[in-house]
């Protein structure tokens, strides 16, 4: 993006970005092979939680097998919120970024977890979850960076 693109864009549209380019740099994080997917939750411009996909606590970091996923590989939205659980911080009304779409089951924590607006990457090849944040009314925009 050039200084006149940059000049273009509001400030929420800045800080959108900038936050989905440091979910990007928190998937690295992961030791997942076929996708490294990470998230932020922030809320009046701080970070009060992150996450990426991987094993649970206490599992050896393997995600796959013969290019598959384990069922019991966390994404990084499911990660994101329920670090949030074990923390003093509330969601409600926060933003979450995340580098793919969430899935269903992800789109259902991030209901109940208060989150009111979802800035994601990529798009995940099913669109479920996408359908499931546009019913509860929570605001979603794919950045491409």
């Known amino acids: ?13 800045l800080l959108d970005r900038r936050y989905l380019r440091m979910a990007r740099i928190w998937a690295e994080n992961s030791y997942c ?22 094993t649970p606590s ?49 789109a259902k924590l991030i209901i109940q977890a208060g989150i009111r607006r979802v800035i994601y990457g990529e798009k995940y090849r099913i669109d479920d979850g996408l359908k499931l944040l546009s019913r509860a009314k929570i605001e979603t925009q794919q950045i491409e960076i």
């Not at 993006?1 to 549209?13: A, G, R, V």
């Not at 994101?80 to 269903?104: E, M």
């Open 1 to 13: 993006m050039n200084n006149s693109e940059e000049d273009q864009l509001t400030k929420q549209e």
């Open 33 to 54: 092979k076929r996708r490294q997917v990470g998230a932020l939750v922030v809320k009046d411009q701080r970070i009060i939680s992150d996450g990426y996909n991987g």
């Open 58 to 106: 206490g599992f050896d970091n393997i995600c796959e097998e013969n290019n598959v996923s384990f069922p019991y590989v966390l994404h990084a939205e499911a990660n994101a919120i329920t670090k949030l659980a074990r923390s003093h911080n509330n969601s409600d009304g926060s933003t979450l970024y995340v580098t793919a779409s969430p899935c269903i089951e992800c």
